[in-house]
């Protein structure tokens, strides 16, 4: 990425773009709005990365970077999402499947992505970022601390607290 930024930025797309989409489809809960939030979060990451200097290209740790873009724009969706009015789900298109995917497993997976994503949708904010970037972008505590920008205990707590409710959660069903 040091000499070609739009060769080095294709690969850092291919090598992350399955991490963004899976942690912000997590996040969001729905398919339309992780694809939304996965490329504006590499369109910022491309113009951000077009300001920057060698040195600090070459220090950059891409995956929390990605994963600290992509906090940044959930949190002002989220924001935003809590200001208007609920949308008429019957306006709300409906999710695709993959055409390539089995129906059976498709729909086995789909069900099970619906559930986890509603459980998630019902955590605090804080606890579904801290279980998201834990335990679906398998993140570090350090580099979750980094990302959303608290300290290492704090996310620990949130992480711990999260899964604890996410099983009572599951349990009540």
Known sequence: MLDDL????AELYAAYRNLVFSTALRLSGRWACAEDLTAEAFLRAYRALAGYDRDRIAALQPRA?????????????????ARKPPPDLRDEPVDAVDPGQDVEAAAVRRETGDELAELLRQLPEEQRAAVVLRHVVDLPISEIATVLKIPQGTVKSHVSRGLRRLRALGGAR
Not at 6 to 9: A, I, M
Not at 68 to 73: A, E, F, G, I, P
């Open 6 to 9: 739009d060769e080095g930025f």
């Open 65 to 81: 970077w990605l994963m600290t873009v992509l906090m940044n724009l959930w949190r002002n969706w989220a924001r935003t999402k």
